[in-house]
């Protein structure tokens, strides 16, 4: 069973920095694509960052040159790097890891979650 547990958020001013970790177990983000999603009370998740197995990445433009997804293969983790953060950066982030996994008949990909960790930047 894969488990994705977060870690890293809390509150910070406006220009500073956080570094979000998602430690999983039971799968790895070396064989598996992974990302961060971000979401505000009352809108929908968004895709802040992503990093395929390969090891390509991509961002939100909201957040390219400030934000930086990168894994700790390891230590089986996930990291986001926060700098020059804003206020319109608050929201809970969410680690995710999809994973490739075998059905009767073919594949599937399967999507897993962690638990959410909050960022406040305050102004």
């Known amino acids: 069973q894969v488990q994705l547990v977060e870690s890293g958020g809390g509150l910070v001013q406006a220009g500073g920095s956080l570094r979000l970790s998602c430690a999983a177990s039971?799968?790895?983000?070396?064989?598996?694509?992974g990302g961060w999603y971000r979401q505000e009370s009352g809108k929908l998740r968004e895709l802040v960052a992503v990093r395929s197995s390969g090891g390509s990445t991509d961002y939100a433009d909201s957040v390219k040159e400030r934000f930086t997804i990168s894994t700790d293969n390891t230590k089986n983790t996930l990291y986001l790097q926060m700098n020059r953060l804003k206020p319109e950066d608050t929201a809970i982030y969410y680690c995710n890891l999809n994973r490739t996994e075998p059905v009767i008949g073919g594949f599937t990909v399967r999507e897993y979650w962690g638990q959410g960790t909050q960022v406040t930047v305050s102004s």
């Open positions: 039971g799968s790895t983000f070396s064989r598996n694509p």
